[in-house]
């Protein structure tokens, strides 16, 4: 079944776009990511314009991160104290991102910026991630005890000033670097398309020690703001947010990311960072791929704009 979509300009099946949107919406739930790194690229490859793709996708990661976000809040899994902070920080990321994002569509750079910046960004977050994961299993499987940092063992991170106390996630840390993180992950999502999940797992992680029965749900928490945020943003700014194909990819996401939830109580922390970090490895790999072999139409008939 083919529908138009307008803003896109291409024809595309309905039940494809439901089913991407559900399995995003499964890794969403799973692994505590809004999706967008994933489902961004897909959209790409398919042949969707990649601000068109970019601009929508965020209105998908909101509904799919809000699903996974309420079944982590009924189980008590989100401190709110944080993810506050995490979003303020994050609508001003937000903001800056959307902006160069329209500076660059107009130079006509935008398409290179986000190959090049997925290819970066998810190659060398999932390279570490796979790295730190592997040592875990392998140290699972010899019967070495892995002891987690608990959070009062701080590092020079937590030493800052401008100390704030979590009390949910039992922290009292400096905000200095919750801010940073947020205002990275901001922009970044509002320029890429992405929620920013995988990046603000292992930060709350290794860099502020949030305990792992909150990391999930406030990263899912600041998603939800921040997206829904950047989501208006590009509407208004720059136009490209395609309603219909939101839409679809919106009613996969919301049922996929409940079973995802489910299905994470049953694999340990290790096994979710290393299937995360596979994922997230095989879409920088076909972004670097796209980048050095020559397509097989090297000439484009799109109308461009002529400067007065």
């Given at each position: 079944m083919q529908i138009y979509l307008p803003i896109a300009e291409l024809s595309v099946n309905l039940f494809f776009l439901v089913g991407i949107g559900g399995a995003v919406g499964f890794l969403?739930?799973?692994?505590?990511?809004?999706?967008g790194f994933l489902?961004?690229?897909?959209?790409?490859?398919?042949?969707v314009p990649a601000s068109v793709a970019v601009a929508s996708v965020t209105g998908q990661v909101v509904a799919?991160?809000?699903?996974?976000?309420?079944?982590?809040?009924?189980?008590?899994?989100?401190d709110l104290h944080l993810a506050m902070y995490l979003v303020l920080s994050g609508i001003l990321g937000a903001v800056a991102g959307v902006a160069v994002f329209a500076v660059l569509r107009e130079a006509g750079q935008l398409d290179l910026v986000i190959s090049v910046g997925f290819l970066v960004l998810l190659g060398s977050v999932g390279v570490l991630m796979l790295i730190e994961s592997?040592?875990?299993?392998?140290k699972a499987r010899?019967?070495?005890?892995?002891?987690?940092?608990?959070?009062?063992?701080?590092?020079?991170?937590?030493?800052?000033?401008?100390?704030?106390?979590?009390?949910?996630s039992r922290l009292y840390i400096s905000v200095l670097p919750v801010l940073v993180i947020g205002l990275f992950i901001g922009f970044v999502g509002s320029l890429l398309g992405i929620g920013g999940g995988f990046i603000m797992v292992p930060a709350l992680v290794y860099l502020?020690?949030?305990?792992?029965?909150?990391?999930?749900?406030?990263?899912?928490?600041?998603?939800?703001?921040?997206?829904?945020v950047t989501t208006m943003l590009h509407a208004v700014q720059s136009q490209s947010v395609d309603i219909l194909l939101a839409f679809c990819l919106m009613v996969g996401g919301t049922v996929g990311a409940q079973f995802g939830a489910s299905a994470g109580k049953y694999l340990r922390g290790e096994q979710l960072r290393g299937l995360l970090a596979l994922l997230v490895l095989a879409v920088a790999i076909r972004f670097g791929l796209s980048l050095i072999i020559t397509p097989s139409d090297v000439f484009s008939m799109a109308v461009q704009g002529i400067r007065q």
């Open positions: 969403s739930g799973l692994f505590g990511v809004g999706g489902l961004t690229p897909l959209l790409i490859f398919s042949g799919a991160s809000t699903s996974g976000a309420l079944s982590h809040y009924r189980r008590g899994g989100v592997s040592r875990a299993m392998l010899k019967g070495v005890v892995v002891r987690e940092r608990l959070p009062n063992q701080h590092n020079w991170i937590h030493g800052l000033p401008m100390r704030v106390r979590f009390k949910k502020l020690r949030v305990p792992g029965s909150m990391v999930i749900g406030t990263s899912l928490a600041q998603v939800v703001a921040m997206m829904a």
